[in-house]
């Protein structure tokens, strides 16, 4: 599974608009990006799953360039309970059975 | 829909002795995770289970033990507890085909080895 690297803390206030953004240089062909937040003492909760282009949801956006070897997640107008673990995952489709997790960029929105 | 469901949510054991941890998955689910989350190690996936068989297993020593039934919940086992197995153990459930990435997380086993 191709290896990802991320910040590990960003700090942020209430009202911005965040952007995380993920390396991920060996992507193979039929992989997927996904993103997830961890609220401490909870488990990870699914966000965005993007393959090429731009994904958009309720919660967030996910860009991804032609090349396909980074990716920003966007988080629009955060508040303070955005502030969590923010994991970038790469791998196939269906990799919901087996999610490896790198590090994570933790969040903190400040008001 | 009730989500994942883990039990107990705190334990508290001694070296040497073993333990179970329970989950049940999202109904209509048949995949089933693993994974320990320590201040050190980040989150690690240990296994997953499909249709009781176990389909994928992570860097994890046999001493990490774990099954399925037939309605899809699932145990995880522990045995000859060492003080680095204390960690929040997370459960997690999906459709996989379906639903790609998204895997539903319960709240997680915080296990203290003493």
């Known amino acids: 599974l191709a290896k990802t690297t991320q910040p590990i803390s960003m700090d942020s206030y209430e009202g911005q608009e965040v952007n995380i953004t993920c390396s991920h240089n060996n992507i193979a062909t039929n992989d997927y990006i996904t993103w997830y937040q961890q609220f401490p003492s909870q488990g990870p909760r699914f966000i965005i799953q993007g393959y090429k282009t731009k994904v958009t949801n309720e919660v967030a956006s996910l860009f991804i360039p032609a090349d396909r070897k980074s990716s920003t997640l966007s988080l629009p107008r955060v508040s303070l309970s955005d502030t969590a673990v923010y994991y970038c995952?790469?791998?196939?489709?269906?990799?919901?059975?087996?999610?490896?997790f790198g590090q994570g960029t933790e969040l903190s929105v400040k008001p | 829909k009730a989500g994942v469901t883990q039990t107990p949510r705190y334990l508290i054991k001694t070296r040497g002795q073993q333990v179970t941890l329970s989950c049940s998955p999202i109904?209509?689910?048949?995949?089933v995770s693993w994974y320990q989350q320590t201040p050190g190690q980040g989150l690690q996936f240990l296994f997953e289970y499909f249709s009781e068989t176990q389909r994928n297993k992570g860097n994890f020593p046999g001493r990490f033990s774990g099954r399925q039934f037939s309605n899809s919940r699932s145990e995880m086992n522990v045995s000859t507890l060492e003080l680095g197995d204390s960690a929040l153990y997370l459960c997690a459930s999906s459709l996989l085909q379906e639903s790609g990435a998204e895997a539903f997380f319960g709240q997680g086993t915080r296990l203290t080895v003493v």
């Open positions: 995952l790469v791998g196939p489709y269906n990799q919901g059975g087996k999610l490896i």
């Open positions: 109904s209509g689910h048949r995949s």
